[in-house]
């Protein structure tokens, strides 16, 4: 598939997507590619990394996929890696559930010159409901991957599909990771999960913004009853 413009309601920052690493292990609830019976088999698209990304774009790599999953060889990630670094005019995003793994490509300079490097995790609550079934590393290991790393780094957080929280605990775990912003989405392909109520929601977006910059999804209009 190559290089695509970014479409949909993903991040209308975004204006590329780029998904040589196929696949994914986490068999999360709300999977819109898992439940579509998407083939999640992990594996790389070698002829994609012949792809032009060109310049002056902002690129988010392994948006239908999770690239940084412990599944996925080093090697692969490497590849990729190396494939944007020859592309140094662009921006790109990358957002896992595993971010502990961050640190190691952070060590060998792979995330080089920060600014082009935007690294993020998805902490949709500060604890999952007992139902719900996920394969992802919990929600303090996605906390600590992002805490640990450099506060030069640029970081950000995505809520979506938000799910019920605990308003202090969510809140005080996002301002220690220091994000540089925070993105809030809810759940629009209908999966039932335990969301929080609009007032919850609008608390939490003002504790947020008294420490970060909040990107609101226009998802999120259902839970004000839009």
């Not at 977006?205 to 609101?216: A, C, R």
Request: glycine content about 8%; proline content about 6%; aromatic content about 14%.
């Amino acid at each position: 598939m190559g290089l695509n413009k970014s479409i949909g309601q993903m991040y209308p920052w975004i204006s590329h997507t780029f998904n040589p690493i196929k696949g994914c292990s986490h068999n999360c609830s709300y999977c819109y590619l898992n439940s579509r019976g998407f083939d999640m088999t992990p594996r790389l698209a070698e002829k994609e990394l012949k792809t032009n990304l060109g310049k002056d774009r902002i690129i988010f790599i392994g948006s239908s996929s999770d690239m940084f999953g412990d599944w996925i060889p080093h090697e692969w990630i490497i590849k990729v890696l190396d494939h944007c670094k020859k592309y140094p005019d662009n921006q790109y995003v990358f957002q896992t559930k595993d971010p502990g793994r961050y640190q190691n490509f952070c060590r060998h300079g792979y995330f080089e010159p920060t600014e082009k490097y935007l690294l993020g995790t998805t902490i949709e609550t500060d604890e999952y409901p007992l139902e719900y079934q996920t394969f992802a590393p919990p929600i303090w290991e996605r906390w600590r991957g992002l805490y640990e790393l450099s506060i030069r780094r640029r970081k950000f957080v995505s809520i979506e599909p938000i799910m019920d929280f605990n308003l202090n605990l969510l809140t005080d775990m996002i301002k220690t990771i220091d994000p540089e912003f925070v993105t809030i989405g809810a759940d629009s392909k209908g999966n039932k999960l335990v969301e929080p109520s609009w007032w919850k929601v609008g608390a939490l977006i003002g504790e947020l913004k008294k420490f970060t910059e909040v990107k609101i999804k226009s998802n999120l209009d259902r839970l004000q009853g839009k």
